[in-house]
């Protein structure tokens, strides 16, 4: 019977599956993502791993080569595996697509609803007892509706904010590695441009790529200073995307107007002078955080696994050429 190491909080009904069929540790990942160290110690042996983003790095992967042969990511990305070295060795690695688009989705507007709105200043504001009656001077933000929107990365997550944005009446933009065709630009009304012309002309930038050597680091000081100065931007894709002392900066600077960020550069550590800032609002890596989705997520990833390991299947694998060896 093989041996799966777990770090995700399981629903009973799916430990008691995989209990069925392997013989599991579940490691209480309630609080933090392990350290590369103590993630070492406590993964190692096993022949497979359901991680919801730990770094799996290639020490780890060398040094558990004889055994590990799956590794399943609870989530879409997977930038948090040294994948290269995984494949050399034989190691599948899979993700959970396409559960999470429209939870995105949704948080993506709600999270520039909330910034150009200035709805978390207002709750606070209510909340710390200091409306006396007369709400008129308080709180102004701006419209969506008629203003341009650029999206990073226009895969199905972009397409799935592209539909909601076209009914707020924003004029829709987007930057991709590749054009889109015709048709599917006219589905979802929306225009390519460069980076470069996409961060000079939008109101609101929205970041979805993933991350990678090309995309680290991508907004940068130089592209803040190519932005318009009533620009926001929203980041729910890789904290990396951004060098994160170079948005303080413009936000300190007032080179843009304000910042939503659902993940950050260091995570789970941000830089403070964030905390201080009125146009900023923070959330702790959730864009997929509802009660449905983050169970579908869960179960895929078991299935993921346990049809690798049992059955040969390999939807959902990432490196495909793996198979092959």
Known sequence: MEKIFIHCNLPMSVKKKLKKKFR???????????????????????????SQGNIINREFIEKNKSSLKVISNVGVGYDNVDLKTASKYGIAVFNTPGILNNTVADMTLGLLLALTRKICEGNNYVKDKKWLGNSWPLFWGCDLNGESLGIVGMGSIGKEIAKRANSFGLKIFYNNRKKLNKEIEEEFNANYLSLNKLVEKCKFIILLLPLNNESKHLFNKSIFKRMRKDAYIVNIARGKIIKEIDLVNALIDNDIAGAALDVFEFEPKVNKKLFKLK??????HAGSATLNTRNKMINMACENISDYLLLKKSNNIVNKEVLNV
Request: charged share 20%; aromatic share 6%.
């Open 24 to 50: 599991i540790k579940v490691h209480n990942a309630d609080k933090e993502i392990l350290s590369p160290e103590i993630f070492l110690k406590c993964a190692s042996g096993f022949n497979g791993i359901i």
């Open 279 to 284: 146009n900023v609002v923070l959330m702790p």
